[in-house]
């Protein structure tokens, strides 16, 4: 008697270890993504943000903050629209910068 053996990778599945596309799953939650976020912001320049606000003054300094942080949100966006292509939710993982640039570019911006 011959034995087939044969898996099949559901994008629904719970008990998967794996995700649709054969890869291992991610273990991220919220809090180890707000980690990555506060470390990267702390390291990109907290100790000059208050004098560089301070140099602004109080009308032009909370300003300069809200259209920074609306321009960080839009282009984070744009980042997570990038994660899949040509569909969000269809669509082939892009994991590194370069399978983005291939993906929306094509091959000729790829060197």
């Given amino acids: 008697m011959q034995r087939s053996m044969s898996f099949s990778l559901q ?5 998967s270890k794996f995700d ?9 939650t919220l809090i180890t993504a707000s980690a990555h976020i506060i470390t990267a912001v702390i390291g990109s320049g907290v100790l000059s943000l208050a ?6 003054g109080w009308i032009a300094g909370p ?3 809200i ?11 744009l980042l997570a629209d990038c994660y899949r292509s040509p569909d ?3 669509g082939i993982r892009n994991y590194g ?4 640039v291939k993906a929306n570019l094509g091959n000729l911006s790829c060197k």
């Fill in 51 to 56: 004098w560089a606000i301070a140099q602004l």
């Fill in 63 to 65: 300003v300069a903050l």
């Fill in 67 to 77: 259209v920074f942080s609306l321009i960080t949100c839009f282009t984070s966006v």
């Fill in 97 to 100: 910068y370069m399978d983005v």
């Fill in 11 to 15: 994008a629904g599945d719970a008990n």
């Fill in 20 to 28: 649709d596309d054969g890869r291992q799953k991610r273990t991220g």
């Fill in 88 to 90: 969000p939710v269809t």
